[in-house]
């Protein structure tokens, strides 16, 4: 089993910043690939961004690419979404997922997932 736990939400104008951690816990040994969901009110949980576990190659939606990053730090077992730019449309409650079953960038692959955490960017 893993354990996520993320941290990093809140408030913030359009145009500004903040990043997200996820802390993962247990059998991290096991990951392939660790990801960053998101899902607005009345509208279907989708990636933001992915991570390979080992190798680090990324994947980014497109409605985030050159704002958001992903990165890891694998000897804390956590991963990172740093956002800029940051849009009134990027408001959502952002998911921390695994997998330990496939290096994959699809949701229905991801086995674990946190509690999530509310990202609001007021206008």
């Known amino acids: 089993q893993v354990q996520l736990v993320e941290s990093g939400g809140g408030l913030v104008q359009a145009g500004g910043s903040l990043r997200l951690s996820c802390a993962a816990s247990g059998r991290t040994f096991s990951l392939y690939v660790m990801g960053w969901f998101r899902q607005a009110p009345g509208k279907e949980r989708e990636i933001v961004a992915g991570i390979d576990w080992s190798g680090g190659r990324t994947y980014y939606a497109d409605s985030v690419k050159g704002r958001f990053t992903i990165s890891r730090d694998i000897a804390k077992n956590t991963v990172y979404l740093e956002m800029n730019s940051l849009k009134p449309e990027d408001t959502a409650v952002y998911y921390c997922?695994?997998?330990?079953?496939?290096?994959?960038?699809?949701?229905?692959?991801?086995?674990?997932w946190g509690q999530g955490t509310q990202v609001t960017v007021s206008s």
């Open positions: 997922a695994a997998s330990s079953r496939v290096l994959s960038f699809i949701k229905r692959d991801y086995n674990y």
